[in-house]
DNA sequence: ACGTCTACCTGTCGGC
DNA sequence: TGCCGACAGGTAGACG
């Protein structure tokens, strides 16, 4: 579910309502990626000042230090008055002055962290080697192509490596790819110039996009899998292995790319 | 430093 | 209907 647009999401719909509450109580489920790294009782009483986003980590700014959240594979965040009773899935819960806050990770691949600063231990492992931020303006075409022409890797493993840029997913690359008009396998540093400024609009398009989108289909949050759908329905090459290409009708493609399934039109993508 | 591979976990789906 | 393998939106850490 989680790719940056899903988590920006998140955001946006939890940011103003839980700014401001203090925490209240703390439930712990089956274990996530890592150990929450405090001990409970010295969260009660804090204030959530901020809720940021980093690549896919939300960035919980706390009276001290702050907590790091991610969704993983199957993640998702609820905030509400009420919650329904807690399932077998629901592996942390914070019970606020302004609500609670549960998330939600069958496969619990996702991870709540908390960092006392975002530039050190903790913090520093798991956000001090992500790329830039593709809606920032610090995603300038001039150091995308730099960064393309020291990579060997194909383009689409580099792009999901989030060594370059942050965000970009498993359904994402295969879609800005075919928007650009590149196969997924062409090494990085083959990428030229035009092709790669192409590239960098459609990064930047695409998530915008999908942003705007998941904000219309889940904004009350009630339906969790609304944005997925309502995604995967306009999605170009992902999930569409045999279909007909959009643009050309040719046969979409599937092919595996380190273990993770790549979608593209063999026909529009060179 | 770079590229590749493994591991973590549960649910779902297609084929037999 | 039931079982079984393949696969799923991520990424740190180990290894060569």
């Not at 399932?87 to 998330?103: K, P």
């Not at 396998?185 to 609009?201: D, E, F, S």
Request: with cysteine; proline share 5%; net charge positive.
């Amino acid at each position: 579910m989680p790719e940056l647009p899903e988590v920006e999401v998140t955001r946006r719909g939890l940011a103003d309502a839980i700014q401001g509450v203090s925490i209240e109580g703390v439930q712990l489920g089956k274990p996530l990626r890592w150990p929450l790294g405090i001990a409970e009782q010295r969260l009660l009483g804090q204030a959530v000042r901020s809720l940021r986003r980093r690549g896919k980590y939300l960035l919980m700014d706390l009276d001290e230090g702050l907590l790091l959240i991610h969704l993983g594979m199957s993640g998702s965040l609820r905030f509400a008055p009420e919650l329904p009773p807690r399932g077998a899935h629901d592996h942390f819960e914070l019970r606020t002055s302004g609500g609670v806050l549960r998330l939600h990770d069958p496969r619990r691949f996702g991870a709540v962290v908390w960092a006392e600063r975002e530039d050190a231990g903790m913090g520093l492992k798991l956000l001090g080697s992500l790329g830039v931020e593709p809606l920032e303006e610090g995603f300038t075409f001039e150091g995308f192509w730099r960064g393309l022409q020291r990579s060997r890797v194909a383009i689409k493993q580099l792009l999901l490596s989030g060594k370059l840029v942050v965000g970009v997913g498993n359904i994402y690359a295969s879609e800005v790819l075919f928007l650009a008009g590149i196969a997924p396998t062409k090494p990085a540093r083959r990428v030229g110039r035009a092709a790669a400024q192409r590239l960098h609009a459609a990064i930047r398009q695409v998530l915008a996009q999908a942003i705007a989108a998941g904000g219309s289909t889940l904004r009350d949050f009630s339906h969790v899998d609304g944005y997925a759908g309502a995604f995967q329905e306009q999605a170009s090459v992902y999930d569409r292995a045999g279909q007909p290409c959009r643009r050309c009708g040719g046969a979409v493609a599937q092919i595996q790319q380190g273990q993770r399934s790549t979608y593209y039109c063999p026909r529009c993508q060179k």
